[in-house]
């Protein structure tokens, strides 16, 4: 089945709604398609705990937040694109409030701004720790107020239909029916977020699979800075809590992270202790775990608060905890570092622009130069709001001009229903394994290159796969997946120095010179 569209968005997330619900008032007449692999709410937007960073105190500027943004960046940052996007941040918090965004407030009746690692003022405006779940809502219902946007869930994106570096549209798998459709559009905008199943802990839900930066490398864009994958420390280890997350605000509002002997250790790894930077906090838990040869560190702040504080600031972690008997008004909490955010993505300016003509990329699965070699806490919601709007600006303003092409259905060729299933669950599992083994928090040559070998067979059986079997939603994210592990790889081996996120034991120095890195087709 084909369908046309003026605007096709992939992604149901905060920069995916964000835009539609701008472009929509922008050009009422043309035609807006939103589709989603999973139901809206399934996405990293919703599981966001934290809160959106924004200079809105008095005490608080302007440069003091581009100040710590540019040095958590370590150097990669693109101060020009830092100084836009932090600039444009209180404006598109007013309308997140006007859209229904209830942040928290103090007893005064001020908006209760939280501090988290890495900044220098209290800027996080938050809904207790589940600001992401009322900020998706709130957009939810305002994207549906839309008359021009249909949305089309359970439609599982396969790849572009780009030629000569200019896209088409996209073939989809709509998994209610088993059919594949193409979707012509005037401009194809994928907002997929970030890939963090790709590791085998992470806080990310089960849709966060790579799938819009393997599918724009496929078509052709340059991917960039992929070797800077952000671990989050604070991971609730237990296994059944599927790596929930455990809010940084945590740590802002004074828990303190110890080893199982009970002894503080942040100490001696930096000097703002616990609100330490996450790379370094991550990579210190790692180093306490290798050292102790312990599971996991705890992080207490039991003793640090008053049990009704502790209820009403984290009621989310609260009752999650619960489920797994821990009181964390009475007991420190079992952690690990698990992979959370992707700082690298398709190379895209601010408004999604990418070289591939009409094809645009926001939020987490691009990169702006926003977030350099580590993203600031708090920043990822911000860019994702900014660079909706912005591409709404853009898209708006050429909308008159975009000509929508068919182009042929999908071919199936031989393939025949799937026996062999077990290679899916297989090679997936060992991709995660080996990417947190060799590819994670502290990295060193043999590690990637042992992780090079195994990605390229995973590759060869995945493709073969693919090929001789009907498409399902397994199978595409399975291959979406290790192409993702495949750019992180390529782009850690080349990165000859330690810098950010990005930590390799035989390159313990930073180079004097910072320079992004490019994956361009071929490898």
Not at 79 to 103: N, S, Y
Not at 117 to 133: A, F, K, P, Q, Y
Not at 285 to 300: A, H, N, P, Q, S
Request: charged share 25%; glycine share 8%; aromatic share 8%.
């Amino acid at each position: 089945m084909r369908f046309k569209t003026d605007f096709l968005i992939i992604g149901g997330g905060i920069s995916g709604l964000s835009l539609a619900i701008r472009l929509s008032r922008l050009s009422p007449n043309k035609k807006i398609l939103l589709i989603t692999k999973q139901e809206l709410e399934e996405c990293n937007t919703y599981y966001s705990q934290g809160g959106v960073a924004c200079v809105w105190d008095e005490n608080d500027s302007f440069e003091k937040h581009i100040k710590d943004t540019l040095e958590a960046g370590d150097g990669l940052c693109n101060e020009e694109v830092v100084r836009e996007i932090i600039t444009q941040v209180p404006e598109r918090i007013h309308e997140l409030i006007e859209w229904g965004v209830d942040f928290s407030r103090n007893s005064d009746g001020e908006y209760d701004l939280g501090r988290e690692g890495g900044h220098s003022e209290r800027r996080i405006l938050h809904v207790n720790d589940l600001t992401g779940r009322y900020i998706e809502e709130a957009l939810i219902d305002k994207v549906k107020e839309c008359d021009n946007v249909e949305i089309k869930e359970d439609m599982c994106a396969i790849n572009l239909y780009a030629r000569n570096m200019k896209c088409f549209g996209v073939y989809v798998l709509d998994q209610e029916k088993e059919e594949i459709h193409n979707i012509g559009a005037g401009a194809t905008i994928l907002a997929t977020g970030g890939c963090g199943k790709i590791y085998l802990y992470t806080s990310n839900p089960d849709v966060a699979s790579g799938d819009g930066i393997a599918m724009a490398y496929r078509a052709g864009a340059a991917i960039s800075n992929m070797e800077f994958f952000q671990f989050h420390p604070t991971c609730l280890y237990h296994p059944y809590a599927k790596s929930f997350l455990i809010t940084e605000a945590m740590r802002g509002e004074g828990a303190i992270l110890k080893n199982l002997s009970g002894k503080k250790f942040m100490k001696k790894y930096h000097p703002m202790k616990d609100l330490a930077p996450r790379d370094i906090v991550s990579r210190a838990i790692d180093f306490e775990l290798k050292r102790t040869g312990d599971d996991y560190v705890l992080l207490d702040i039991a003793s640090q608060r008053e049990p009704e504080f502790i209820k009403k600031h984290f009621p989310g972690v609260y009752k999650k905890c619960l489920e797994f008997n821990i009181d964390i008004t009475k007991e420190p909490i079992p952690i690990v570092p698990a992979a959370h955010y992707c700082c690298g993505g398709v190379s895209a300016k601010i408004d999604g622009t990418t070289q591939v003509k009409n094809l645009y990329v926001i939020g987490e699965s691009a990169c702006t130069g926003l977030h350099g070699a580590n993203r600031l806490a708090s920043n990822s919601l911000i860019e994702g709001l900014v660079c909706g709007h912005n591409c709404a600006e853009t898209l708006a303003s050429i909308a008159n001009n975009l000509k929508i092409k068919e182009f042929k259905p999908w071919e199936p060729g031989n393939a025949i229903p799937s026996t062999e299933a077990i290679v899916i669950t297989q090679n997936w599992d060992e991709l995660r394994r080996f990417m947190q083994n060799y590819v994670g928090i502290v990295r060193t040559d043999k590690r990637l290159q042992r992780a090079k070998k195994r990605i390229n067979l995973i590759l060869d059986e995945i493709e073969r796969y693919y090929w001789d079997f009907k498409i399902e939603k397994n199978l595409i994210e399975l291959r979406n997946l290790a192409t993702v592990a495949k750019i992180i790889i390529v782009s850690a081996i080349s990165r000859k120095e330690s810098r950010g996120i990005h930590y390799n034991v035989d390159y313990p120095k930073k180079a004097k010179i910072a320079r992004p890195t490019i994956i361009e087709r071929p490898w």
